[in-house]
């Protein structure tokens, strides 16, 4: 498999994220006008929708594109209906066909915006589920079902059209990796979705599927339900400590993480952990185990232990 990755973009408040991964040999695509152009108005100031929109306006003037014919109720739409609009907008603008909404996609990256806003993180490597290509892989729904798959990520004050500026209009330094996921004919599916932040304002995610002509993505209903977890009593031999998780799902539990004190500090992969304690300082010490499924759903146990002085 080849994979073409585009590293994440920080820029004062906002932060933005594209991945692509595909089952066929990639080619190289340059884009014309990959530059970044200043905001106008300055809608991260003001975080207001109808500013980012201006700007997106002025911005697509400089492409020679003419003003955003948004529906009469826009503004009475969620920012996750918003931003497909705006999408497809700027595709069928370029001669591009729309893409189509999946609910099953859009479940995916609502989880996934919840992961990255609940555990403070901002990646497509999620330290309970891995990378992008593993969660791919590791939900039924996807597995083996896709040619091409692309995940934009967005931090941002003005949830739908503040992210839209982003991918397109200021993404140089991502060599317009998001604006690449948009604009890609090959691309026909995409799932949309968002949680407030506390950070960024908000945090959302794209996720974008071309089916696979030989095995046929047949969108099966979202998964909702997040996996039962339990960790079990720690047990302290020596200095080597053993604990066993037990983990259900509806569909099934596809990754166990455990940490040691706080996320990050992953020590165990799997229901078991074995962990040799003889480099711990004294004192109380916390076991965080998360249990993950394919949709992204999680749910998580703990245990505390005490090491004698």
Excluded at 105 to 133: C, E, K, N
Excluded at 272 to 291: E, F, I, K, N, Q
Aim: glycine content about 6%; aromatic content about 8%; overall charge negative.
């Amino acid at each position: 498999m080849r994979r073409i990755t585009v590293m994440l973009l920080l820029l004062l408040a906002i932060a933005v994220g594209g991945f692509l991964v595909s089952h066929r040999q990639p080619s190289v695509a340059l884009v014309a006008g990959c530059v970044d152009i200043p905001a106008s108005p300055d809608y991260l100031s003001s975080k207001s929708e109808t500013d980012a929109i201006v700007a997106i306006d002025n911005a697509r003037a400089e492409e020679n594109l003419p003003a955003l014919r948004l529906p009469a109720n826009y503004y009475r739409l969620g920012p996750a209906q918003q931003q497909l609009i705006l999408i497809n907008l700027e595709r069928t603008d370029r001669r591009l066909p729309p893409l189509q909404t999946d609910a099953t996609l859009a479940q995916v990256a609502l989880a996934y915006s919840r992961q990255m806003s609940d555990l403070h993180f901002f990646s497509h490597t999620s330290p309970i589920s891995g990378t992008f290509t593993n969660r791919v892989d590791s939900n039924p729904a996807t597995a083996n079902h896709y040619s091409l798959a692309a995940e934009n990520l967005a931090g941002n004050p003005v949830a739908a059209a503040g992210p839209i500026y982003e991918y397109m209009y200021d993404d140089s330094a991502e060599n317009c990796g998001h604006r690449l996921n948009i604009l890609d004919p090959n691309l026909t599916l995409v799932g949309i979705n968002w949680v407030r932040d506390s950070e960024y304002g908000s945090i959302s995610a794209q996720e974008f599927l071309a089916p696979a002509p030989w095995n046929p993505y047949t969108s099966p209903s979202p998964d909702t339900i997040a996996p039962a977890v339990t960790a079990g009593q720690p047990l302290l031999k020596g200095s080597i400590l053993t604990c066993h998780v037990l983990a259900t799902d509806n569909v099934g539990v596809v990754r166990i993480t455990w940490f040691l004190d706080h996320v990050g500090n992953q020590v165990s992969l799997g229901p078991t952990l074995t962990l040799d304690v003889s480099h711990l300082s004294p004192g109380r010490h916390m076991l965080l185990v998360y249990a993950v499924d394919g949709a992204l759903n999680y749910s998580m146990s703990s245990q505390t232990f005490t090491i004698r002085p």
